[in-house]
């Protein structure tokens, strides 16, 4: 898939968090703050993926959160039309894909990042992330460009 195929989604700043979709700062993920490469190539839901080291010494830590993720972060998830959400880890990468099912992208991610309890979530979670070296300034989860797609 040709880099021309992707857009990229600009929107608010959160006071005290990484920018949302803001692309002087790119960032997508389970995080949802900064830039997001989505594929426009075909129709249906539009898939996000992204990227972040785990801390190793965070990683049971990790493990046992996401095994009871609150219900009102699954909820709040759940009314910005995300889908289909997996985190997957290999070798100290985590790699976060979704589908996003609705038309208004920012607005959606604009709103989990301004969640009370997605906010207290982050506070739990990030500590246990470590965001790659080669990210922008101000990323959290990198994109991950989609180079295959099948239906």
Known sequence: MAPAEFKEAAGPRIPGRPPLYCPETPIVGGSWRGRVMTSTASSGPQRLASVIRLRPEREEEYRALHAAVW??????????????????LRDGLLFGYMEYRGDRLTEDMAAIGQDEATQRWWKLTDPCQDPLPTRRPGEWWAPAEEVFHLD
């Open 71 to 88: 219900p009102e972060v699954l909820d709040r998830l759940r009314r910005s039309n995300v889908h289909n959400y997996s985190i997957f």
